[in-house]
């Protein structure tokens, strides 16, 4: 599904990412873990047209997407749920929601099918509906944001950081239904501070440090090394 070879993205003069490499097979959770600053949304910004990485190739379904606009990566199935959910605060959720029908140019029974089952995933939203997206809790814009993402009908989903900021009922919350989606089919490469939230839920876990992809691996495999589990679940 995914196939990034050697990304290398700076900002000024300084490398960010150096020489990432990430396989994200269909139907899997592939999780990207490491501290602060090592380089996970740079690399996922890459990915999703966000940032134009210096050197290295994005391949999503066999085709070479490098360099690709937001706006085509998500109209070609590759959507990015960013960190800080960027949800807009003064729309309503359903206008909110709204936007992918744009971005995606769907028809109004696409729309509707596609937000009913949304609603079904996350009720909290149908019932907050007309409610504007400002006014909702950071664990209920985490959903919202998952939703609109989940509109687009995207063949690969990319989540960075969907626990950041929130209250641990609310983590659960999300995490129970990020775990939905991928059960009924989704990929999904998810960026996650929480390693011990990523390793029970991926299938594949890459660590990042300062940039490099340091290990990649089963999380059982990872965890059974005690200097790695030490760093991970500090
Ligand atoms: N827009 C930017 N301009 C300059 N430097 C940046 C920019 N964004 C990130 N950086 C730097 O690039 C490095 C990687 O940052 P990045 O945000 O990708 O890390 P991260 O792994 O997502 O960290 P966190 O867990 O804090 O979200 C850091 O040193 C950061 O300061
Ligand atoms: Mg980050």
Redesign the pocket.
Known sequence: MLDVNDLWVS??G?S?VRGIRVTVEPGSLVALI??????????LNAIAGLTRPRSGTVTFRGENVTGWTTHNLVRAGLVLVP?GRMVAAPLSVRENLQQARYSKRLSSGEFTDRYDQAMTLFPVLGKRSSQVAGSLSGGEQQMLALARALLTGPDLLLLD?PSMGLAPVMVDAVFDAIRTIHTDGMTILL?E?NAELAMDLCDQAIV?QR?ELITSGQPDDLLSDGSLRSMFLS
Not at 34 to 43: E, Q, R, V, W
């Open positions: 900002y000024g300084i960010a490491g501290s602060n600053g090592a380089g996970k949304s740079t690399t960190e950081e960026v501070q990042m940039g």
